[in-house]
């Protein structure tokens, strides 16, 4: 007897994705440990913006990339401590001390979670692509300028090195792709600098290497409602810059990669990861344009594997092999660091050819972009001025749009004016001289079957049309309206000022 029951679901685990064959699974192994080099000397560095100890930095790359493998919405993309958010919260560590600090990255993970559940996701459509190649483009220049430092004042021995480190990253690829470019420059270079004996700076002396894991626990703070004022406005920026740069990243390499990823996770996932790493006493952090760019578009990573490897073997290298890692030679990681800067910059969005067709609305608000995030060394402030520049050329584009034409019936009764174009505060606010309101018969028509009307400036100057005609005796019929339109002008019309 068959039961009345609804059969059970059948729950049953899909294959991971890097277990799909040999090549796959040891292009993510390999990218990890690349990414992994890359992120020593880049946490100790973000460590020393905060005014924090370099295992604070080290330890939030462990923490982010390990969490966000999981929990993340953007598959191999790389999250770690970042210099956006080092300097967001390094005034609330230099003035209150660490345990504020870790309290705010706390927070900032919260607020994290509450605007990804609130959507804030949906807010990337918003963003033009001219904005979007903009903020790759300062990337990409921001990325170069943070290697300056590290070719001034340096011994002579430094230069040849990274010539010798870029030249393996250009022609070792030609030879085989199994093993990943920046790897074989990084080994290579390490092995020369160490036999020769030759002095160069090395990533041992940006600091020392943690020498164990990580441990729970709560920031060391008073848990107070003045605790928590003090900490809010740093810990609210830190979770819309941390947001903004991540979800801008995994646009970026959903571009790249040629798939969809769902924002929505990536910013509740980012907020996870930012509570996990604040009471592993890391300093938090977001998506890394540098080392995602060199896990995907260099390596050719493609799955969580590589994301999640980052950060374990960052540990096992400080930890377990901390005297070998401090003897690469900063040089090999400047050559990896420039390769990725030249890969990530969107070249042909400045060829002569592209800068001849693009409208110069579009390049405006791209070189706007590029200027602001490299002015400020803040992506975004870049992004936000971007896109509101990008706002303004396109309602003044769209304002002009708007055409109305009057046409007098023959006995001279009647006028019909046909407006059209979308009618929204930009453009309504010249519809009002549009019409000549001493000739025109008693008999005015207004035709809006090719319009829209968008907002309630839009009926303010249809209100302020009719009043001027009103004012000489003649009467104004609107005709043609859609539906939206239709129920924004009944709801809205001689409500919006205070003489009706």
């Known amino acids: 007897m068959s039961s009345l029951l609804p059969a059970a679901p059948k729950f049953r685990l899909s294959k991971p994705d890097w277990l799909d064959s040999p090549k796959v699974f040891r ?92 959507g804030v996701a ?90 164990s894991l990580p441990v729970p626990g709560l920031p060391d703070v008073p848990f107070t409602m003045d605790t928590l004022s003090t900490i809010a406005p740093y810990a609210f920026a830190f979770a819309l810059v941390g947001l903004m740069e991540s979800l801008m990243t995994a646009k970026l390499v959903d571009d790249i990669t040629d798939t969809h990823s769902n924002k929505t996770r990536e ?62 030679p900063m040089a090999a990681l400047v050559a990896v660091m420039i390769m990725v800067s030249v890969a990530t910059f969107d070249w042909h969005s400045v060829a002569p050819k592209t800068v001849k067709r693009m409208p110069v609305g579009e390049m405006a608000v791209m070189v706007i972009t590029v200027a602001c995030v490299v002015a400020t060394h803040n992506l975004a402030i870049g992004v936000v001025v971007g896109c509101i520049t990008a706002m303004v050329i396109f309602a003044k584009r769209v304002a002009h749009l708007v055409n109305v034409t009057g046409v007098v019936d023959p006995d001279g009764n009647q006028v019909v004016y046909a407006v059209t174009g979308e009618l929204f505060f930009a453009s309504s606010n010249d ?46 019929t609107i005709v043609g309206l859609n539906k939206p339109s239709a129920d924004m002008h009944g709801r809205l019309a001689g409500q919006l000022t205070g003489s009706h």
């Not at 190649?133 to 921001?142: D, P, T, Y």
Request: with cysteine; charged share 10%; proline share 5%.
């Open 27 to 118: 292009t993510e192994v390999l990218a990890g440990l690349v990414v992994a080099l890359a992120l020593i000397p880049e946490a100790i560095s973000f460590s020393i913006i905060a005014g924090v100890d370099p295992a604070v930095g080290l330890f939030a790359s462990f923490t982010m990339a390990v969490v966000i493998s999981v929990v993340g919405g953007r598959k191999a993309m790389i999250s770690a401590a970042t210099g956006a958010m080092a300097l967001v919260i390094a005034p609330l560590n230099h003035e209150y001390g660490l345990g504020y600090l870790i309290a705010a990255v706390i927070l900032g993970g919260v607020f994290q979670v509450v605007l990804g559940a609130l």
């Open 122 to 211: 949906k807010l990337m459509r918003f963003v033009p692509r001219s904005v979007m190649v903009g903020f790759v483009n300062a990337l990409a220049i921001l990325i170069f300028m943070a290697q300056v430092p590290e070719m001034r004042d340096v011994p002579w021995a430094v230069y040849p090195l990274i010539a010798a480190g870029l030249a393996l990253m250009v022609f070792f690829p030609k030879v085989t792709t199994v093993i990943p470019a920046p790897l074989v420059s990084i080994v290579v270079l390490t092995v020369i600098t160490v036999a020769a004996g030759i002095a160069v700076p090395n990533v041992g002396d940006k600091g020392d290497l943690p020498s």
């Open 267 to 328: 910013s509740l996932g980012q907020g996870a990861a930012n509570i996990i790493t604040g009471f592993f006493g890391g300093m938090g952090g977001c998506a890394m344009i540098g080392q995602t760019m060199i896990n995907v578009r260099v390596s050719g990573a493609r799955t969580r594997l590589s994301t999640f490897l980052s950060g374990v073997f960052l540990m096992v290298l400080c930890i377990a092999f901390g005297p070998v890692v401090s003897d690469i």
């Open 431 to 476: 519809l009002v001289y549009q019409f000549d309101y001493k000739d025109d018969p008693d008999d005015v028509v207004i035709d809006l079957s090719d319009a829209h009307i968008w907002d309630a400036s839009t009926v303010a100057a249809l209100d302020a049309i009719e009043t001027k005609y009103a004012q000489r005796g003649k009467k104004v």
